[in-house]
């Protein structure tokens, strides 16, 4: 069974236009988060949700709306792609708590995204 | 600042050891880690180390914690061709729950020749 999961695993579009990235997670998790790794392989978080409820925004772009309908799914609407944003995009997430291994993120299989 | 280095590449033999090497900033990180990521897959994670051990090891795997100059390795005993991936090393900065974010580091290159 597929613990997170993305869809698409690629994605390939044109400048200007609006596309999204689904994610789902089965482990009963209450946070989910965005980050996406560059082509240089350099991974920087993007966002969190905690039970639907938005709690880290890291200065990204208002071109990228991230959507909880609920607390398994967090889903990444970008708007106006721009050639920068080709990029692979992870989804991760983890139980609550602070303490033992309550803090591990567990990441998806990651989306491909080629803006030309 | 938030920068976690690492050193590029590493090449090793198979059946030697690797020891891939990692400098944070935060003091205050609680919990450091190392992910896998094989090419074309998503990051698994490998273990993680709490702030207060030195050590910890999980069968061919080794971390090594040094708070006094914020470094982290992590050394594979007897590596395979399997081992060959991009390792990244994170720390985990926030004020518990939601608010933790990972800071990853750049990322090492681990090719194992046969």
């Known amino acids: 069974d597929t613990a997170v999961s993305q869809t698409p695993k690629y994605l390939v579009t044109q400048m200007g236009n609006d596309k999204s990235i689904k994610c789902e997670q089965n482990?009963?998790?209450?946070?989910m988060y965005w980050y996406k790794q560059d082509s240089k392989k350099f991974l920087k978080i993007m966002f969190s949700?905690?039970?639907?409820?938005?709690?880290i925004n890291e200065t990204v772009p208002n071109r990228f709306s991230p959507k909880s309908p609920d607390k398994a799914h967090l889903n990444l609407h970008i708007n106006s792609l721009e050639l920068g944003d080709s990029a692979v995009y992870f989804c991760?997430?983890?139980?609550?708590?602070?303490?033992?291994?309550?803090?591990?993120?567990?990441f998806g299989p990651g989306t491909r995204l080629t803006v030309l | 600042g938030e920068d976690v280095e690492q050193s590029l590449f590493l090449s090793v033999r198979e059946g030697d050891s690797s020891v891939i090497n990692c400098t944070y900033t935060?003091?205050?990180?609680?919990?450091l880690y190392w992910y896998k990521q094989e090419p074309g897959a998503g990051l698994q994670l490998l273990t993680y180390?709490?702030?207060?051990?030195d050590m910890k090891q999980d069968q061919r795997l080794t971390v090594l914690l040094n708070k006094k100059d914020k470094h982290l390795s992590l050394r594979i005993a007897d590596t395979q061709t399997g081992d060959s991936a991009i390792y990244f090393c994170?720390?985990?900065?926030?004020?518990?729950?939601?608010?933790?974010?990972?800071?990853f580091g750049t990322g090492t290159l681990l090719a194992v020749q046969p």
């Open positions: 180390i709490f702030s207060n051990m």
């Open positions: 482990l009963g998790h209450d946070t």
């Open positions: 991760a997430s983890s139980p609550p708590g602070s303490g033992g291994n309550t803090h591990t993120q567990y």
């Open positions: 935060d003091s205050s990180s609680t919990y």
């Open positions: 949700y905690n039970n639907k409820e938005l709690i």
């Open positions: 994170a720390e985990r900065m926030g004020y518990g729950g939601a608010t933790n974010k990972l800071i």
